[in-house]
């Protein structure tokens, strides 16, 4: 997830040292690539970037030196575009006039890039930031001023992002905010604004929170608010900011697994938009149809995101695909291979050895191969002939949350290619409505697992994957064990562990609450505890003795929605027994040895 910031100040200084230092503050967000626009009274713009970390990039360009009374500094974590000098942010107008940096998804990014080169704007690079500053330039070079060429430049791009820029020839900043974070700082003889507030709190608590549709024009001693779609002054006091740091990285929440967790609707809502508007979808969902056969593989939550893909190519497009751990792919699939055969790699990190080792197997064989990954510029965006990005920022909680639902939606999109791919944009209202509707009742059902170390979750067909999954969540940071079984082998064995108090979940798509009957009352009249997380039923509700009701999605949806509360009841079942979630203990985030 990129990150801006951009300071205005009432005379020249060491700039350079600030931006590196507010860099810092926001590399938790993740990034590939850097730089720094510093501009001096006199209107010289000094522009430094290029891929690579922080103190990697301002040992061998300088960040630090950089001299100016205003500045942008710019983290960016890619989406498209591969992480390079060119499309490192802040981006020139085509004179070097202007300089300006985003961070976000400008969806409209390829047709604006093709319309900007058509009216012969100098196009650097691929990036969706430099378009922000063509979009910009070419308002004003029709004779708007800058407050007015931003409003209309607002119009032209689609997308949720926050944007600085400012021109050589006026002390000034000018931000605008649609969908991403944008806060203002108002320190002594300067002010700056951010995505976010770790690099602001250094220099002042004194803030004002810009909203969505608002511009706002920095200058060293003051502010002013405007309403981008009339220009109109808006009127907002400074607030003081009283919380620490931990918990402004954190945004609040007590944990990043929680904050993950809840950033699961608007991310849910960026990646639909980005797949809407991505160039590369046709090629990759060709290459998938016509697979023969088409093998899906990733380690972990991924391997649980591949099971439920499997579920979504049989039933939406009618196509085998066979969902596999990579050493499996390898040891059971490696001898028959053929010409005809794909696989899908998904990584949230792009640098999981056991994925690796699959790719390198794959591709020794002329195996092509469609990456699924959250974190651009890994080995695996490289070693994959297309990759397509999940697009959820940097995951800091050990525990995978958001990436997982990404990889959910990214397969029923890829299934769903050209059948139906429209029923997708409810999902963000309906996350929305499940962290709503189910987190006080995953707490509840958290204090009812707490004192148990040993339980089941169970699902039947399409949310087998989710019983996986909310397993693996509770046994990573509750050391309880769990474990996920299709709940129809329940009977073949694991059911001689049922006692009275015993906790078994039901995870239960609409289709098959009948189904699900039989195996719950298998429980039920042992003793055992039955939970159910599925759609108000009233027939499931009669047969268990906890419900976590989710929001009506659907068969195929559900599994999608289902995942929240599971991932919710892991989390404070773990708080409750003291644990901290984001770091369980003998885990590492990235896997990357054998
Ligand atoms: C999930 O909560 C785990 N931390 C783990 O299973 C993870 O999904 C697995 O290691 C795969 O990682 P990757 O997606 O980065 O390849």
Redesign the pocket.
Known sequence: MCGIFGLVADRDFDLGKALVEAGRRLAYRGYDSVGCATISASGHIDLRKDAGKIDAVDARLGLHEMVGRRGIVQLRWATFGIPAARNAQPHLDCDGDMVGAHNGNIVNNVQLREAFLAEGHTVRGENDGESCVHAVERYFDRGENMVDAIRCAYTDLAGDYAFIITHRDENRLYAIKKGSGLVVGIGDGLTCCSSDLPSILPITRRIVRVQDGELVILWPDGFELRSVADGAVIVRDAETYEEGMAAAEKGGYPHFMLKEIYEQPRLAGELLRLLDSSAEMPECVAMIRNARPLFLV??????HACLLGAYYMNKLAGQVAVALLPQQFIEQYGNSLTPQAVVVF???????KD?LNAVKFARARGVRSLGLV?VIGSTLTHMTDHYLPLACGYEIS????K??LNQAILFRYLAGFGIDTQSLHRLPHLLEQTIEQTTAAAERVAQRLIAWDEMYYLGYGITHPIALEGA??LK?ITYAHCEGIFSSEFKHGPLSAVRPGYPVTFITAPDDAEMMINHINEVTCREGLAIAIAEEDDRLRKNVQEYVIVPRAGQLLNPIVATVPAQLVAYFMAVGRGIDPDFPRN?S???TVD
Do not use: I, W
């Open positions: 990733g380690c972990g939550t991924s391997y998904v990584s949230q990190s792009g640098e999981t994925v959250n050990v525990p995978a949350t990436t997982f693996l969540k990573e885990l985030k990235t896997l």
